[in-house]
């Protein structure tokens, strides 16, 4: 941990004279390793993520200006890269309790918490992932719970931030401003917009706004979003240091603004949860009378995704399915669990190598949703 008065130059509201603690302090190495995040990653294997105190700092900036936090404001959030630069704008930062042994904060339990009866002392500002607040908008639409009073602002982030979230967010929530934050656990923030300027966009994708200041941003010849910058991290534990990142996202510029068109890559989304079909895949293979299985997202109005398992069925096998949802919880992650399993007569493939042709198997049960 690092002392706050050696992050700002004083403590806040220090009126006496400055001290060698509060001024000339000596400048940490800004390439000492900081802070290691272990995530699912966003182009390979699950990897740990090495940042150093140049990169946090760097991001820390890149955020300081983006919302409307200042003196006199509340944020109520877990995330450790909102509330920092919350606090060196002068406002509050409270953090709500996670429940006991769970590692994800109830949405509607955290949304009761932003009000005088929560405890929070009218919190002004708040995070959500999309998920989480699509969870909150229901149970408000539904009467089942009171919309917060007083907040002015609700940053999101985690996953894409839909239009049609948006206009359910606004219309329950009609005094609060909405922010959409993209980046990823390796460069945070890469850009910010507002819901007026995501709502206004006329034009294919979706607008991520402006890449903030530092990061340059450029597309690959297949259109994938490649990222630089300060707030980069130095790399994945072990391996080389990154001088640049391929995102995994399809993008184009139109303007300055940065418009995401979709992803290269097969990961899914489903609430805060980044899933790998790679790596559970070959597991669910090996189940009892499953020849072939392929696990997809089908993307909600919301911009989550639900998880689809396709599978091809042994000849003369019974009871796959019921097989499958009695087993799967004992061999793969919980989090990774599909929301439904289908079955199919075969998996459509494409290419020299006959790969399992993921499009075409999304189009195919869409249809069948």
């Known amino acids: ?65 983006c919302t409307t936090l200042m003196p006199g404001s509340h944020l109520h959030t877990e995330q450790l890269m909102m509330g920092l630069p919350a606090v060196l704008e002068g406002a509050r930062w409270s953090l709500p309790r996670y429940p006991r042994f769970s590692t994800h904060i109830d949405p509607i339990g955290f949304a009761r918490t932003l009000g005088p009866a929560g405890g929070t002392d009218s919190a002004t500002h708040a995070f959500f992932t999309p998920a989480d607040l699509a969870v909150v908008l229901d149970a408000i639409e539904a009467g089942r719970l009171t919309a917060p009073k007083h907040l002015e602002e609700i940053s999101l982030g985690g996953a894409p931030v839909t239009t049609a979230l948006l206009r359910r967010a606004r219309a329950a929530l009609p005094d609060t401003e909405f922010l959409a934050v993209y980046g990823m656990t ?7 917009t507002s819901a007026a300027d995501k709502l206004d966009f006329d034009g294919p994708g979706d607008p991520l706004g402006f890449p903030v200041e530092g990061v340059d941003a450029r597309l690959a010849d297949d259109g994938e979003l490649i990222l630089s910058g300060p707030n980069l991290c130095r790399g994945y534990l072990g391996e080389p240091p990154l001088k640049e990142i391929a995102t995994g996202d399809l993008a184009r510029f139109e303007g300055g603004t940065l ?48 998880i689809v398992l396709a599978v091809v069925a042994d000849l003369h096998a019974t009871g796959v399915e019921a097989r499958l949802r009695r087993e799967l919880p004992t061999l793969i992650d919980v989090s990774a669990l599909p929301d439904d399993i289908v079955l199919v007569e075969e998996i459509p493939v494409s290419g020299r190598t006959s790969k399992p042709d993921r499009a075409e198997l999304r189009a195919r049960l869409r249809t069948l949703a």
């Open 1 to 65: 941990s690092i002392p706050l008065g050696r992050l700002i130059g004083s403590e806040p509201g220090w009126s006496g004279p400055a001290t060698a603690a509060t001024v000339d302090a000596p400048v940490d190495d800004p390439d000492a390793e900081a802070l290691i995040v272990f995530t699912s990653g966003t182009t390979a294997d699950p990897k740990a993520v090495v940042h150093t105190r140049g990169s946090l700092g760097a991001g820390l900036a890149a955020m300081a200006g």
């Open 186 to 192: 390796e460069i945070l923030p890469v850009a910010i």
């Open 259 to 306: 418009v995401l068109m979709g992803r290269k890559k097969d990961m899914m989304i489903r609430g805060k949860t980044n899933i790998y079909p790679g790596l559970y895949e070959p597991v669910i293979a090996g189940v009892e009378g499953v020849r072939d299985a392929v696990m997809i997202g089908l993307p909600n109005e919301i911009g989550d995704e639900r």
